[in-house]
DNA sequence: GATTGCAAGAATGTCAGACAATCCGCTTGA
DNA sequence: TCAAGCGGATTGTCTGACATTCTTGCAATC
């Protein structure tokens, strides 16, 4: 028996497919840092009503990626780098003790996965495609989460890796970025297959620090 | 010239009254987890209409304090103790980093503000009030989160503890509880103050598996 | 020329009311 | 006893409205 067979169909809501529609589109760059959105033009762009887009603006407030000041509506934030660094340092904290966790716990069949998901990263890192590269990227840390065994380690690791996707796109356009990104998931991936628990936690703290550099550079560059 | 002097003055917008109101309610204890939270019964209550308290359920809903399954509605959610678990599991991760990156960056007047704090729980913990007993302690880690440099590290840290606030009351008016409780608190304090970093991460971490440790047997007496 | 003040327009905050879809509990019938 | 069905309760969503606040362009002043 499947362990995630979930019978309970989840009806979608207009809120919830706005959300996830919004989020998809800071996700992918539509919106520049620090730019306002425009209710009226959201409702008609979306094709919904304003207390509709209202609802899931302000779930979208809750989850930060979007900010909502009184009296002058929702904006993209501007993340600064000081915010950023500390993302990345909570980022690190999470991401290590998960990759430590899922190499002693790790079922073969999700081992198989997260194999794939390496190829598929492997594939996007060799083509044009940034987006491609940070969401094949984040499928490949998914898995390593969602397999250390605490569900809540996964749930806010998904939230701050969503608020840096502006600095992980940026980077992984670096040059010969994604190259030594691919090298040092594979690192990762290697120590959890071998079980190797104090390898993988290493391997990833190194991946994370050197995606923290990334992001710098790509962010110096680019004023 | 104070640090933190923010000249933007941030009016309060009904939403936000509400979000803050709800929240305090879900704390104090005045929901029982898995009933359901009938709109118009809030809104006449609350004094407000109904998108406007749409609005802030959404926000409630993105931290997690509510859960909204479509066509039936907020409600307070059951938290299992498997989901518990996995909080106080990350709790103990980011509160035992806090602690010690605290003691070797924390001001001497942040330091006294924590002593303070301290003593307002010493005071609570011999009351009979256990909901100014999880205040207070709440307070206390408040100030060393606030203090440890790292602000996303302080946000994910009050969305979780927000979270356990039941299990928290209930293992504060355990018996010996808040004593012990306290003992510990005064180990965390007295390691940050020597500006001991290995000390104060591990006086935190016992804390942290002594108040999981006091929750589960809170849980296991009243079902 | 730079700054201030002001007025028109745009955008948000909030509300009231409406209606269909869905859920829940109770009655009814087998 | 159990299934079917009915009615009230509740939610999901929309429309429309209006006061408040912000923005912007322009004129007036120093």
Avoid at 77 to 104: D, H, K, M, Q
Avoid at 194 to 220: F, N, P, T, W, Y
């Amino acid at each position: 028996m499947p362990p995630d067979l979930n019978l309970r169909i989840s009806p979608r809501s207009v809120q919830r497919e706005t959300v996830d529609k919004l989020r998809l589109a800071i996700f992918s760059g539509m919106f520049q840092p620090g730019s306002r959105l425009i209710e009226s033009q959201l409702c008609t762009q979306l094709g919904i009503s304003r207390p509709s887009l209202r609802e899931a603006l302000r779930s979208l407030e809750a989850e930060r990626l979007i900010e909502i000041v009184p009296n002058r509506g929702p904006s993209i934030p501007a993340l600064s780098w000081e915010v950023a660094t500390a993302i990345y340092e909570v980022r690190e904290l999470l991401e290590v003790e998960a990759a430590g966790r899922c190499a002693s716990r790790i079922s073969p069949d999700q081992l198989h996965e997260l194999e794939k998901s390496l190829s598929a990263f492997k594939a996007a890192a060799s083509s044009n495609d940034s987006l491609a590269r940070v969401m094949t990227a984040a499928d490949f840390y998914s898995i390593i989460l969602a397999n250390c065994g605490n569900p809540i380690l996964e749930e806010v690791h998904r939230g701050l890796v969503a608020r840096i996707s502006f600095f992980r796109g940026r980077s992984m356009s670096l040059e010969g970025r994604a190259q030594s990104s691919l090298s040092e998931m594979r690192e990762i991936f290697e120590s959890i297959a071998a079980g190797d628990e104090k390898a993988a936690r290493e391997a990833s703290r190194q991946h994370v620090l050197k995606a923290k550099a990334a992001a710098k550079i790509s962010m110096d560059s680019k004023p």
